[in-house]
Nanobody
Framework: QVQLVESGGGLVQAGGSLRLSCAAS????????MGWFRQAPGKEREFVAG????????NYADSVKGRFTISRDNAKNTAYLQMNSLKPEDTAVYYC????????????????WGQGTQVTVSS
């Protein structure tokens, strides 16, 4: 099992940047594919970005390509989501998640979830 704790959310103006962190417990972090999802009020939780165990393979939702970057540091048991050029439509609760599967983009593929961190982008 792995426990995940997100941090780094907050209020930012449109065009600004934030970096989210996801700290994982345990010594098996490197065996998990990691993902970031988000959920806006009244909407389904949606995939944002995913990264393979090694960090070599990454994929992104079309809505964030070119603006967001996912990364991981297996020595620190931490995954990151660097968010640049933020837009009001990026406002949501952001969740990190882990799975034993290879890079996955669906919510049901992920077994472990953090509690979420709020990101609010003002116009």
């Amino acid at each position: 099992q792995v426990q995940l704790v997100e941090s780094g959310g907050g209020l930012v103006q449109a065009g600004g940047s934030l970096r989210l962190s996801c700290a994982a417990s345990g010594r098996t972090f490197a065996t998990y594919t990691m993902g970031w999802f988000r959920q806006a009020p009244g909407k389904e939780r949606e995939f944002v970005a995913g990264i393979s165990r090694s960090g070599l393979t990454k994929n992104y939702a079309d809505s964030v390509k070119g603006r967001f970057t996912i990364s991981r540091d297996n020595a620190k048991n931490t995954a990151y989501l660097q968010m640049n050029s933020l837009k009001p439509e990026d406002t949501a609760v952001y969740y990190c998640a882990a799975t034993s599967l290879n890079v996955a983009t669906t919510r049901t593929s992920y077994n472990y979830w953090g509690q979420g961190t709020q990101v609010t982008v003002s116009s």
